[in-house]
T-cell receptor, first 115, second 112 residues
């Protein structure tokens, strides 16, 4: 079974631009979550999508948005990029059983550098 | 608000040593706790998941324990090897949705 895949793996943008990152979950997984990882803040939750609906949202500005398609693939978009948006963006997928056995599986991440 | 702490931030040990990595959390009403490994610049690999009703889980040389009432978990690594060098993160699932709250991780270096 293929793991979680993320594209692109590396991205360089300049301030003010926008960017779209893509995540394909493990086959059969219906939940996709996005996290931002920086050296200072660690891993911070951005949002979770389940059945094409945002189910939970972290404490990030509205410049960060996402969506999920009917095949469970998800995209996240960051508009008006700032230098502080430079980070490793990770997505995770799960079966979304909402139970105690739910395991999250992470992709390799997209490294975004904002100049 | 759930907060997860991992101390120390870094640890260096000689090869062959048994070691314990600690994780503490503030809200004991958790669904489960997961330990992950992250190699530099890479994604996270799930090592062990402990359900809220369980006390420990084992996989090979790894053993994770959970004391929900005191808000603590430990990851025990037996007979450490240089290949174990990585950052180890613990994360708790507090609600029915899939959100995880992470600690900042412990960077482990195992010296040959």
């Amino acid at each position: 079974k293929a793991g979680v895949t993320q594209t692109p793996r590396y991205l360089i943008k300049t301030r003010g631009q926008q960017v779209t990152l893509s995540c394909s979950p493990i086959s059969g997984h219906r939940s996709v979550s996005w996290y931002q990882q920086t050296p200072g803040q660690g891993l911070q939750f951005l949002f979770e999508y389940f059945s094409e609906t945002q189910r939970n949202k972290g404490n990030f500005p509205g410049r960060f948005s996402g969506r999920q398609f009917s095949n469970s693939r998800s995209e996240m978009n960051v508009s008006t990029l700032e230098l502080g948006d430079s980070a490793l963006y990770l997505c995770a997928s799960s079966l979304a059983t909402s139970g105690v056995k739910e395991t999250q599986y992470f992709g390799p991440g997209t490294r975004l550098l904002v100049l | 608000k759930q907060e997860v702490t991992q101390i120390p931030a870094a640890l260096s040990v000689p090869e062959g040593e048994n070691l314990v990595l600690n994780c503490s959390f503030t809200d004991s009403a958790i669904y489960n706790l997961q330990w992950f490994r992250q190699d530099p610049g890479k994604g996270l690999t799930s090592l062990l998941l402990i359900q809220s009703s369980q006390r420990e889980q084992t996989s090979g040389r790894l053993n994770a324990s959970l004391d929900k009432s005191s808000g603590r978990s430990t990851l025990y690594i037996a007979a450490s090897q240089p290949g174990d060098s990585a950052t180890y993160l613990c994360a708790v699932k507090t609600g029915a949705n899939s959100k995880l709250t992470f600690g900042k991780g412990i960077t482990l270096s195992v010296r040959p």
